[in-house]
Nanobody, 127 residues
Framework: QVQLVESGGGLVQAGGSLRLSCAASGRTFSTVARAWFRQAPGKEREFVAAVRWSGGSTYYADSVKGRFTISRDVVRNTLYLQMNSLKPEDTAVYYC????????????????????WGQGTQVTVSS
């Protein structure tokens, strides 16, 4: 089992920045990829960004490219999401996810390919 704990959410004005963190514990050696997803009220959970844990290749949703940066600290076993130039439409609960499944490498943006999830952290961007 892998436990994921997010932190760093909050309320920010449009144009502002936030940095989310996701600390992992447990059987983290099995991690193939980790990612951030978000879910706004009344909407489906959507992919935000992902990183291959070994190698560090990154992937982004078009809606956040150039504004968000995903990074990892392998020693601290922590995932980050730096969010700049935030917009009201970025308002959502942000979830950290980890996958131990090799097939996630070909389906990085699919929530079903991630087998561990954090509890989520609320990000609210005011206009």
């Amino acid at each position: 089992q892998v436990q994921l704990v997010e932190s760093g959410g909050g309320l920010v004005q449009a144009g502002g920045s936030l940095r989310l963190s996701c600390a992992a514990s447990g059987r983290t050696f099995s991690t193939v990829a980790r990612a951030w997803f978000r879910q706004a009220p009344g909407k489906e959970r959507e992919f935000v960004a992902a990183v291959r844990w070994s190698g560090g290749s990154t992937y982004y949703a078009d809606s956040v490219k150039g504004r968000f940066t995903i990074s990892r600290d392998v020693v601290r076993n922590t995932l980050y999401l730096q969010m700049n130039s935030l917009k009201p439409e970025d308002t959502a609960v942000y979830y950290c996810a980890a996958s131990s499944l090799i097939r996630v490498l070909t389906s990085t943006t699919e929530p079903g390919e991630y087998d561990y999830w954090g509890q989520g952290t609320q990000v609210t961007v005011s206009s």
